[in-house]
């Protein structure tokens, strides 16, 4: 597999100028697949505009000055992705990563508070020794419980300090839930009802949102609140 990337390659969800130059970074094997992610050091230098070149920007990574979930990652290459909380202790401010309505990854700022914790969703669950259930998310994470209460497709509230669940938003009628991919990325909409196809297509999700129902498949579909969502949303762009 290449270590390189040339910029006119760049994941969709990447939203960097791809004619200013030949090449850029290419994201690490971490916790986010590599299309659906963005390298640590873009982030520094071309989302939050700290620093002008690479070598500066890795010069500010790898001192530890920014932090992605509450951990000091120092690879200029980490993956960030949906969801993950990016801190910059230096100057006291926040961002999570979240899809816009053009299905590019942006940072939206947060409020005191809101960098302590982040939703994850499960992926899937496996029984491991003891009878204990291992939930797996989709950044990577595995936790043990000692009840099954989740259910594949549910979302988590985690504290990153020390990764309890605070709260636990179901793939349900009546949540809310944010749409990851597909023609309606990056809006949020109710879930109404979850149909189970009895074949090897994917399961559907018929949902509602501004007196408006379309269908996407379960995968797409990722519950973040109750009545509404509990994260701050990306800001529309008028253009």
């Known amino acids: 597999m290449s270590k ?90 926040s961002y999570r990563v979240m899809f816009d309505r053009r299905g590019k990854l942006t940072l939206v700022p947060l409020k005191k508070g809101e960098e302590k914790w982040k939703l994850c969703r499960i992926e899937n669950k496996t029984i491991i020794r003891g009878g204990k259930t291992q939930l797996n998310l989709h950044d990577g994470r595995n936790l043990v419980v000692d009840k099954d209460q989740h259910k594949s497709g549910d979302s988590l509230k985690l504290s990153l300090s020390d990764n309890k669940i605070m709260d636990t938003y179901k793939l349900d009628n009546g949540f809310t839930a944010l749409i990851t991919g597909g023609g309606h990325v990056g809006e949020i909409a109710k879930i109404e009802e979850i149909k189970i196809v009895r074949s090897s297509k994917p399961n559907t999700v018929l949902l509602s949102a501004k007196n408006e129902k379309f269908s996407t498949i379960k995968d797409y579909v990722f519950p973040v609140g109750k009545d509404s969502p509990v994260i701050t949303l990306p800001e529309v762009k008028i253009e």
Request: charged share 30%; aromatic share 4%; with cysteine.
């Open 4 to 93: 390189h990337l040339k910029r006119l390659a760049t994941p969709r969800a990447v939203s960097i100028e791809r004619k200013v130059a030949k090449w850029t970074m290419k994201s690490s094997p971490g916790p986010h697949s590599a299309d659906k992610s963005i390298p640590l050091g873009i982030i520094v230098r071309d989302y939050l505009s700290l620093c002008d070149t690479r070598s500066e920007a890795k010069k500010i990574v790898s001192s530890g000055a920014v932090l992605v979930d509450n951990i000091a990652r120092k690879d200029i290459k980490f993956p960030c992705g949906l969801m993950d909380v990016i801190s910059i202790p230096k100057t006291n401010k």
